[in-house]
């Protein structure tokens, strides 16, 4: 199985702040990764798929880079709405796998 | 719009079972592989299963093999999740998720678009 390693688990950050999340796969899954965000007790919701295609309807600030093995999401500016865990998922290959989430908080 | 809703979720005894239903709507359900995620209590995201379009090609994670089985229904655009020998660690949240993705040379690539708001199984004595 491929594995997925997020860092850093826990971002404290304030409103305006550029934050980048790091994912890191065990082998090369092209760039076959998404990105999801998640509010407590909320479904997530997709952010990025691709590595670097942004989902219809999310804002611009958010943005996601890498191939290979080493991916970043990139929000530019923190908006309040934006404090949440973020996951990332391979789809490379079954079974997909997640990484083990980015708290952010204030 | 799309929308999934989950039902079927609730209390249990290890080794008994649940089915779990997703309604779909919004979209043309049958031309759609749909997946199922569980969240343990304040866990991440694990991947469960996958079923395709047509019903012929379905996936499990290892730790489901063998006691969980998907299915669909595109007469009632619903798909569900079939759950025996329940153990305590299966208890989570459940979602259901819309795949999307890109075929290309017999293997396609798909990542979850839209998601349902989950519901609840909790295994338990």
């Known amino acids: 199985d491929i594995q997925m390693t997020q860092s850093p688990s826990t971002l404290s950050a304030s409103v305006g702040d550029r934050v980048t999340i790091t994912c890191r796969a065990s082998?090369?899954?092209?760039?076959?990764l998404a990105w999801y965000q998640q509010k407590p007790g909320k479904a997530p919701k997709l952010l990025i798929y691709e590595a670097s295609s942004l989902e219809s309807g999310v804002p611009s600030r958010f943005s996601g880079s890498g191939s290979g093995t080493e991916f970043t999401l990139t929000i530019s500016s923190l908006h309040p709405d934006d404090f949440a865990t973020y996951y990332c998922?391979?789809?490379?290959?079954?079974?997909?796998?997640f990484g083990q989430g980015t708290k952010l908080e204030i | 719009e799309v929308q999934l809703v989950e039902s079927g979720g609730g209390l249990v005894q290890p080794g008994g079972s649940l089915r779990l239903s997703c309604a779909a709507s919004g979209f043309t359900f049958s031309t759609y592989s749909i997946s199922w995620v569980r969240q343990a209590p304040g866990k991440g995201l694990e991947w469960v299963s996958y079923i395709s379009h047509t019903s012929t090609t379905k996936y499990y994670a290892d730790s489901v093999k063998g006691r969980f089985t998907s299915s669909r229904d595109d007469a009632k655009n619903s798909a569900f999740l079939q759950m025996n020998s329940l153990r305590d660690e299966d208890t989570a949240v459940y979602y259901c998720?819309?795949?999307?993705?890109?075929?290309?040379?017999?293997?396609?690539?798909?990542?979850?678009?839209?998601w349902g708001q989950g519901t609840l199984v909790i295994v338990s004595s």
């Open positions: 082998q090369s899954i092209s760039s076959w």
């Open positions: 998922q391979q789809y490379n290959s079954y079974p997909y796998t």
């Open positions: 998720a819309r795949d999307v993705g890109y075929c290309s040379g017999g293997t396609c690539y798909r990542y979850f678009q839209d």
